[in-house]
């Protein structure tokens, strides 16, 4: 991965951020694992986008800063 498509990736996460509205709340949440990274997996189109970008809101919410989380759609 380039250093350009990187920066590319994380001004698309920002800006996405920054357009989520909330939606739909979702009641599904990552089991409580420290230290791990968390991956959201399913079938095309059942919300798992939407539900990411609510933990990563609940984060922010959090204190956690924007700048220590990474977010990378693999749809392109």
Known sequence: MTPSLLQD???EFHQAMKEFDGSIQREAEFPT??????????MRRT???YFLLQ???ALLQNKIPLSQILYINFED
Not at 34 to 39: D, F, H, M, S, Y
């Open 47 to 49: 919300g798992k986008t």
């Open 9 to 11: 990736l994380l001004e």
């Open 33 to 42: 694992i420290p230290n791990k990274i968390k991956v959201a997996i399913g």
């Open 55 to 57: 933990q990563i809101h």
